[in-house]
């Protein structure tokens, strides 16, 4: 069923019980059959059927914050919990949705294994937006926002939500080592009248076969007397255009109940979500997110390819393009991708579709061409040098920024890594300046520190690889040749763009 859904964005302390045919909650002075919520909604086996776009007003009843008691089985007393919201895994997702649902007046526990993690966040440190950094120095001198390595105390939170990288190794096949940790951990601590909500996103059948499946062996049966379901994230590190709020929600659930008790809990900060008729739908929904990216990606790179070699500025072009108001969407090329989105995610559909035997050349081919892309980085420079008679031993060459992407303190899959690893390999003396990085390590072991006088460095050539929002390149000689992955200068006489 397609609906979208405004939500309530606070958390009231009353009482409630979830009601039984239909999953949705129902406070005390709306029980009885003349409620004004039944009035508002159609009943459709345990779903609701209404308009596509509910009023606020409307919402406001439909998706009433997740109760701190919910119903429990027949033989047991409703079930207290001492935290609203769990999160397990407080890194790049964890932390800012933890913040969100403390936001919203939620009790919090920010769950996670590493010690020296909690210690950046308890000392501010962590890499936040801004309004996210404000949100945490609030949190943390508010009492029902606690932070603990100990995983025995899930047991104690009605809601538990799975924020846990999903990486791929060398081989780019699915590394689900944390994934399944996580859930083991939640799983062995789950008790009846939780609701647990996977977020990372994985392959297809994760939900039922991570969570459902085990919380059954251990008699917590799915719709019955706990609640399953997977609500994809959507957090975009290092920018404020969308807050969390605003940015609409997928959900679902193992059975129809489950679909509601997660709309509630995501409906404590989040106006919109959309509804899809199972878990699997979304766990999909994520992959297709994310490929969809990563193959326009790799065209547009092929565009900027393209493009050079016919004497033309992609991002003329792109941007030309783009004033069509309907059927495009511009997509911009650069060194590569990284994070554990884009580089990471279309893998595990790439994983599971060779399990079943299915070709998918149009992504195969699109994952290939950006796995390449730093190598086609390292040739442009090598030519470049070659046409100033210098090769790439021995020549100097500096990257401007090396996080993966503008204004976030994040090196996951950087293509930096790759580009600054080859070129060291080819003899190369290879620096960089990126003040959002002090040190990087590569793959074998060599440790960079991040050059604060770029001037005094003597480049050769300088290679800008990410421009942050304060980047400077007001100090580049114009005798000094400029390689630009980022299509962000202007042509020049020493500037050329990848």
């Avoid at 255009?241 to 679902?252: K, W």
């Avoid at 969407?329 to 399990?355: E, K, N, S």
């Avoid at 195969?364 to 390292?378: D, F, K, L, T």
Wanted: aromatic share 6%; proline share 6%; glycine share 6%.
């Amino acid at each position: 069923m397609r609906r979208w859904i405004h939500c309530n964005l606070s958390i009231q302390p009353w009482l409630r019980a979830w009601t039984p045919h239909t999953g949705i909650q129902r406070s005390p002075s709306e029980s009885g059959p003349e409620s004004s919520l039944e009035k508002d909604v159609v009943m459709t086996g345990n779903l609701v059927a209404g308009p596509k776009l509910w009023s606020r007003r409307k919402a406001t009843k439909l998706l009433d914050p997740l109760p701190t008691t919910f119903e429990a089985p027949q033989d047991e007393a409703p079930r207290a919990f001492d935290f609203d919201v769990a999160i397990v895994g407080m890194g790049y997702v964890g932390l800012p949705t933890s913040l969100a649902f403390s936001a919203a007046g939620a009790r919090v526990l920010g769950v996670d294994v590493s010690s020296d993690r909690l210690d950046v966040i308890r000392s501010g440190r962590a890499d936040l937006v801004d309004s996210d950094r404000e949100r945490l120095t609030r949190a943390l001198t508010d009492p029902s926002f606690e932070l603990t390595s100990d995983p025995t105390r899930l047991s104690r939170a009605a809601a538990v939500i799975i924020c846990v990288p999903t990486p791929v190794d060398a081989y780019l096949v699915p590394d689900l080592r944390i994934l399944d940790s996580a859930c083991q951990a939640v799983v062995e601590q789950a008790v009846s009248g939780q609701l647990i909500l996977l977020t990372s996103t994985t392959y297809v059948g994760s939900t039922r076969h991570l969570l459902a499946t085990p919380l059954a062996k251990r008699g917590l049966i799915a719709g019955s007397n706990i609640h399953v379901a997977f609500s994809p994230e959507r957090i975009n590190p290092g920018t404020e255009s969308f807050a969390h709020e605003d940015v609409p929600r997928v959900v679902g659930g193992i059975t129809n109940s489950c679909t509601a008790a997660a709309e509630a809990l995501i409906g404590t900060y989040t106006r919109l979500i959309h509804v899809v008729s199972s878990a699997d739908a979304a766990e999909m929904t994520k992959l297709v997110e994310n490929t969809f990216r990563a193959v326009n990606i790799g065209l547009a790179n092929e565009f900027a390819d393209m493009a050079n070699s016919l004497k033309l500025d992609v991002m003329e072009v792109i941007n030309a393009a783009a004033t069509k108001p309907y059927g495009f969407m511009a997509f911009t090329p650069g060194p590569g991708v990284g994070g554990h989105c884009i580089p990471c995610d279309p893998h595990y559909l790439l994983w599971q579709m060779r399990r079943l035997r299915l070709s998918t050349p149009v992504i195969e081919q699109a994952m290939n061409a950006i796995a390449a892309r730093p190598g086609r980085v390292v040739d442009r420079i090598r030519k470049i040098l070659s046409d100033s008679d210098r090769g790439l031993h021995s020549a100097r060459v500096l990257v401007v920024g090396v996080a993966y992407k503008p204004d976030v303190e994040d090196l996951r899959e950087s293509p930096a890594l790759e580009i600054i690893g080859s070129l060291l390999e080819e003899g190369t003396v290879v620096g960089y300046h990126d003040h959002l990085i002090p040190t990087l390590r590569l793959d074998d072991g060599t440790v960079l520190e991040h050059n604060q006088d770029p001037g005094g460095f003597e480049a050769d050539l300088v290679l800008l690889h990410t421009a942050h929002s304060n980047t400077d390149t007001s100090w580049i000689s114009p005798e000094v040749s400029v390689l630009d992955s980022t299509f962000r200068l202007p042509h020049g006489a020493n500037i050329l763009h990848l």
